[in-house]
Nanobody, 124 residues
Framework: QVQLVESGGGLVQVGGSLRLSCAAS????????MGWFRQAPGKEREFVAA????????YYGDSVKGRFTMSRDNVKNTVYLQMNSLKPEDTAVYYC?????????????????WGQGTQVTVSS
């Protein structure tokens, strides 16, 4: 099992940046693929980004390509989401998720472990 704790959310102005972190417990972090999802009020949970176990492949949702960067540190058991050029439509609760499956990474059922989420609010 793995437990996930997100941090780094907050209030930022349009065009600003934030870096989210997701710290994982357990000794087998490197065996999990990791994902970021987000959910805005009244909307379905949306795929943001995912990274394979060894970090060799990273995938992004269309709405964040070119602005967000996901990375992982298998020594620190942490994944990151660097968010630049933030827009009001990026406002949501951001969730970290872990999977023991090798995809499909954009699909919610792939992930068996979820964090509690961290709020990101982009003000205009």
């Amino acid at each position: 099992q793995v437990q996930l704790v997100e941090s780094g959310g907050g209030l930022v102005q349009v065009g600003g940046s934030l870096r989210l972190s997701c710290a994982a417990s357990g000794r087998t972090f490197s065996s999990y693929g990791m994902g970021w999802f987000r959910q805005a009020p009244g909307k379905e949970r949306e795929f943001v980004a995912a990274i394979r176990r060894n970090g060799g492949s990273i995938y992004y949702g269309d709405s964040v390509k070119g602005r967000f960067t996901m990375s992982r540190d298998n020594v620190k058991n942490t994944v990151y989401l660097q968010m630049n050029s933030l827009k009001p439509e990026d406002t949501a609760v951001y969730y970290c998720a872990a999977t023991q499956w090798d995809g499909p990474y954009s699909q919610i059922p792939t992930y068996g472990y979820w964090g509690q989420g961290t709020q990101v609010t982009v003000s205009s």
